[in-house]
């Protein structure tokens, strides 16, 4: 099976190697530079679900992929504060994608100030931790959680919850 992946960033494409390899699924998997179609910092879960979508539905109109696979990390504001979130989709020609979502964490003030100020997250965070490329490795999530769950795992369990709703046929006809 081929499943393309729209993202070249390294912990999406480990997240989605290592799933596919725990379940014991042969797969290739290619990067897809696609575009998400919602801004450089999703700011609810329905634009961060949106550009999912749009990553997954760009894969599969844009090779040759049995299966594709969008992944996106936003934020979303709720009474207690701003909270990282994370969505997926699985998408299939002839068929609705697939979406499930991860987990959340409240960010701190001090974050979450400046990217309601219009910031993104990835150069927030390298700031914050005085290292760069933190959007690729550990992510907002590693950092916030003493590495205890990373970006890659994080996403992983995303692409998990997909294969499970792909293995029994979870679809909406479009």
Same mark, same amino acid.
């Given at each position: 099976m081929i499943v393309a992946v729209g993202?070249?960033?390294k912990a999406?494409?480990?997240a989605v190697q290592r799933a596919f390899q725990e379940l014991e699924i042969e797969a290739e998997i290619v990067p897809v530079d696609a575009p998400s179609h919602v801004s450089a910092m999703p700011f609810s879960d329905e634009e961060t679900i949106h550009g999912a979508i749009h990553r997954a539905e760009f894969c599969l109109e844009n090779s040759k992929a049995d299966v594709?696979?969008?992944?996106?990390g936003g934020v979303t504001e709720a009474t207690f504060g701003l909270f990282l979130c994370n969505w997926g989709a699985l998408a299939e020609k002839g068929k609705k994608p697939l979406l499930a979502g991860g987990?959340?964490?409240?960010?701190? $003030? $001090?974050?979450?100030?400046?990217?309601?100020?219009g910031e993104e997250l990835g150069p927030v965070m390298d700031d914050y931790s005085k290292r760069s490329?933190?959007?690729?490795? $550990?992510?907002?999530i590693g950092i916030f959680t003493n590495g205890r769950i990373e970006r890659a795992e994080m996403f992983k369990h995303i692409i998990k919850l997909l294969i499970g709703q792909r $293995?029994?046929?979870?679809?909406?006809?479009?």
């Open positions: 993202s070249q960033n999406k494409l480990k594709a696979i969008g992944l996106e987990a959340r964490i409240l960010l701190p $003030e $001090e974050i979450a100030g400046r990217l309601r100020m490329g933190i959007s690729s490795n $550990e992510g907002a $293995e029994k046929k979870h679809y909406v006809k479009k």
